[in-house]
């Protein structure tokens, strides 16, 4: 069988690997459909970041690493010791691996471990880009019959963004902000939508992302560019601006506008990772009294209630797959188009299966 796997920057390849065999605790899976994204991007042009140069503490594996952490697939095996999944079963996977042992792991925080690794980037054999994997049976979440396998593979961008509210003191009928709508600013839309939020007012500069952005729930769009921008924002919100900014683009002039257009009292919750560090007006949280955190990832219920919202219908993502490639394409039609045109492609889908 054969997996997509990173063996350097800008070295991708489609190894022929040994089948794995499943454990008595463990799940055997053909992944279907696996997203790439924007962590996935970074490794490729200048990592390796996060993938282990050197035997990762938790997993032992390093460099060559299977690639694919947001995927669907279908179950072909349990282990022993299961009997609530069976093959067949179309599944999603939740890729965070953890010591459970560490401060944050028992406080809660799993997400947020002292040795963490994923699915997809710290494994030699286990990702969503090779046709079988074996998978702990506490990593895998059963797909309601009215999310497709496509959806499926969008569970775990959703549930960054999903973790990112969650996180925030956001309440039903706040207004908020989104700065940025590229993949995870287009899940944070979804979610605060699903969420019941008042205005979702969106500040992104591609045309061809605004649209995205209304399709999937944005009340308000604003180009920041527009030199009234902060008043425009305010104006939206009551005069006084919205309870929550989610910053997705991680940009100097997002945080500004978030700093500014937002109301006294105001959340600003930090999803993106910078380029660059930005400075932080200080002055304006003060005198707003104005709170800014941050936000890693998301934790398993996070991807258990975005499988019930997907399910119930509340998230409807579907306007986010941009296109559907095999994985003799991953490379050509995934990895370097996403590279050459991040302004009018959201998620690019490997089907990773031959059939
Ligand atoms: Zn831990």
């Not at 691996?97 to 809660?108: E, Q």
């Amino acid at each position: 069988m054969r997996a997509l796997r990173y063996h350097g920057p800008q070295d991708l390849r489609l190894d022929a690997i040994d089948e794995p065999t499943c454990g008595r605790d463990q799940v055997k899976l053909n992944p279907e459909f696996a997203g790439i994204c924007g962590t996935d991007l970074h490794e490729y042009l200048i990592g390796p970041l996060i993938i282990p140069s050197e035997p990762h503490p938790l997993t032992g594996e390093k460099v060559p690493v299977t690639l694919g952490h947001e995927f669907s697939a279908t179950v072909v095996e349990v282990g022993s010791e299961i009997s609530d999944i069976r093959p067949g079963d179309q599944v999603a996977v939740h890729p965070l691996l953890y010591d459970s042992t560490c401060g944050p792991c028992k406080r809660g925080q799993p997400n947020c471990c002292a040795t963490s690794a994923s699915i997809g980037f710290h494994a030699s054999t286990t990702g969503g880009f090779a046709q079988q994997i074996v998978v702990p049976r506490e990593n895998v979440f059963k797909l309601p019959p009215t999310v497709s396998l496509e959806e499926g593979a969008l569970i775990e961008p959703i549930a960054v963004a999903w973790h990112a509210v969650e996180n925030s003191p956001f309440q039903q009928g706040d207004d908020a902000l989104v700065v940025g709508a590229g993949p995870v600013g287009l899940a944070v839309i979804q979610v605060l939508k699903a969420r019941g939020a008042g205005r979702i007012v969106v500040s992104e500069i591609s045309t061809r992302r605004r649209e995205l952005a209304k399709e999937l729930g944005a009340t308000h769009l604003l180009d920041p560019r527009a030199p009234d921008v902060v008043a425009k924002c305010k104006e939206i919100c009551d005069g006084e601006g919205p309870a929550i900014v989610l910053d997705a683009a991680g940009v100097q002039a997002g945080l500004d506008l978030a700093l500014n257009a937002s109301r006294v009292g105001a959340t600003i919750v930090n999803i993106a990772t910078w380029k660059e560090q930005p400075r932080l007006n200080t002055l304006a949280l003060l005198l707003g009294e104005k709170k800014y955190i941050g936000t890693l990832v998301h934790v398993k219920e996070d991807f258990a209630e975005v499988i019930e919202a997907m399910g119930s219908g509340l998230i409807q993502p579907k306007a986010m797959i941009s296109s559907v490639i095999p994985l003799d394409d991953a490379v050509e039609k995934g990895f370097k188009a996403l590279i050459a045109d991040k302004d009018s492609l959201v998620k690019v889908l490997v089907k990773v299966q031959d059939h």
